[in-house]
């Protein structure tokens, strides 16, 4: 059974939008479009939605006016807050926010939103009842990569970094990198269980590589990499927060 979601926003473009991206996702089985705040309490009374993406600034109620009543109406509901403005961050937080996207989103931000949802929809691997074997099973299989002269093998463990730039995927290696024909979503899915991080819409790093993470401008971050080059790669302020929680102890 897949995902029932209600989305709030007064903008027809962004709600249109985001309901397209949402529909053509197989996890989602229902999609329901609320015109504002008052209409999206409604439809989350109606509907009982698993997750409410919700715009921040809306004519009658705000996104937090009204993710502090579906708290109390519905507290299952996963609140998923999109804006353009990213001052409302620190609020959405407080709120018990589940995930926060910056405008304009597409299909990876929906993606990021969804592989956070399996999260809690999954059993961990260390469960009771996990076949044995599972951690054994982990650091021994290898990533394919389809090269023109061949396939090469690569433990995740090996690799750095992850980056796109246009439609051109790259993995690298300590010293080397390889153009791949994967998407670096399709590789976020795969290696995620490995310690990947989707840190930017076009960078997944391996958190066991990071050495050190850097200030840079307007909340943003560099991380920098231990590879033969000393890498930097960019962190958007949508995810400081998830990777210092994952990242640190």
Partial sequence: MGWNIVIADDEAPARE?????LENCEEVDKVTAATGG???IKKVKEQAPD???LDMDMPDLNGLQVAEIVADIHPQTKIVFSTAYDQYAIHAFKLRAFHYMLKPYDEEDIAIVFRELRKIQ????TAPGAPSGTSSMKTSVKLALELEEGIIYVFPKDIIYISKELKH???HLYDRAYHVSYTLTELEMKL???GFFRCHKSYLVNLAAISEMKSWVNGAYNLMMEDAARSSIPVSRN????LRLKLEI
């Fill in 17 to 21: 939008e985001l309901v397209y991206l």
């Fill in 38 to 40: 008052m209409d999206a």
């Fill in 51 to 53: 997750v409410l993406f």
């Fill in 122 to 125: 999954q059993p961990n691997d």
């Fill in 169 to 171: 995927v790259e993995v």
């Fill in 192 to 194: 995620e269980p490995y």
């Fill in 239 to 242: 995810y400081v927060k998830q």
